[in-house]
């Protein structure tokens, strides 16, 4: 696996809103990757 960073990655992030009724959450599950998060789970609530 490369560890280098792409030349076009972002320098930074842009503070992102909250959503109302969205909820993100990643970890770290050992599916794909060694020691990173490979596994993102979103919830919305209804309405």
Known sequence: MSTTISPL???K????PEIDGVRIATAE???KYK?????????FDEG
């Open 13 to 16: 992030y842009p503070k992102m």
């Open 35 to 43: 020691s990173r998060t490979d596994l993102l789970t979103m919830v």
């Open 9 to 11: 990655a972002p320098k």
């Open 29 to 31: 599950a050992g599916i």
